[in-house]
């Protein structure tokens, strides 16, 4: 058995279908299936039983990837001290979404950098939510900033509740703070139908009662500003992105009742470099905003 097994085995067990975690590995789902069937006969015992269009994990399975998962963090926590050894190349790879970077560069990268000299930052931008996730599963990011909730495979470290304001063209008669009832038949710019983010915003609208009028459906962020800029539409958006938003000339407002979203750190469920520990141990001591 080589640590390359030990991977597909946990890779397999976190997501639940062959197809799913060959895409995680970066390999063919048929190269997957066929490692997976020669480490069974090798160890001589099922370690996955198919259930439907998925995998499940056996009795025996189960053993064996918490022993795999053991292994691996062992591995990852030796390669860690290597490369603390030698911090001039050590690197922190921390997946964000555009609204919350700038928490992330403005304050908590600099309190970081301040207390770790040695070690670079490298932020892997995402789209949203659903791209921070995909890149902490993929290993393309050992930490991620988001807001949640997040799928139960991941850790979370809650840091703050962050306001969610309302970005308008200038020119619109309307008070500081907006009551939620002026949302109804307001246009606004809002994430694609279907999209797990317009759920949670449609779950906003039914609990306040109101229906706003969607002038913009779309789950690209960079052209959300532009369609407001342009006046065909408000935004609700996070209160980090206000300063961006004022220097584009917009209005930003706060909302009345107060709505606010739960921003975290967030990682897979393994043991964490020192370097990601102490930045999380940072982060919850200090604010994302």
């Avoid at 064996?64 to 050894?85: C, F, H, N, S, Y």
Wanted: proline residues 7%.
């Amino acid at each position: 058995m080589n640590l390359q097994q030990l991977r597909y085995v946990v890779a397999t067990a976190e997501h639940r279908t062959m197809t799913d975690a060959a895409r995680s590995l970066y390999i063919a789902q048929p190269a997957l299936s066929r490692a997976i069937r020669d480490l069974e006969r090798e160890l001589g015992m099922t370690l996955f039983a198919r259930s439907g269009r998925g995998v499940v994990v056996t009795a025996q399975g189960r053993r064996v990837v918490k022993l795999a998962r053991e292994a691996l963090d062992a591995v990852a926590e030796i390669e860690a001290l290597a490369t603390q050894g030698n911090s001039s190349g050590a690197e922190l790879r921390i997946a964000s979404t555009p609204s919350l970077e700038p928490g992330l560069a403005g304050r908590l990268l600099p309190a970081y950098a301040a207390e770790h000299p040695g070690i670079r930052v490298h932020i892997v931008r995402c789209e949203g939510r659903e791209g921070v996730v995909s890149a902490v599963r993929e290993q393309r990011a050992d930490l991620g900033l988001t807001d949640l909730p997040v799928p139960t495979d991941l850790v979370s470290h809650p840091l703050e509740r962050q306001e969610i304001v309302l970005i308008s063209p200038p020119g619109l008669d309307l008070p500081d703070p907006v009551p939620v009832a002026r949302l109804d038949r307001m246009r606004l710019v809002l994430p694609a139908p279907g999209s797990p983010r317009r759920r949670e915003f449609d779950q906003i609208f039914a609990t306040h009662g109101v229906r706003p009028i969607p002038a913009v459906e779309s789950d690209e962020r960079r052209g959300w500003l532009r369609t407001v800029r342009e006046g065909r539409a408000s935004l609700l958006w996070y209160r980090g992105m206000a300063e961006q938003a004022a220097r584009a000339g917009l209005v930003v407002r706060s909302l009345d009742p107060s709505l606010r979203k739960i921003i975290a750190v967030v990682h897979a469920r393994r043991r964490l470099p020192a370097m990601a520990q102490d930045f999380v141990a940072l982060a919850e001591g200090g604010s994302a905003a």
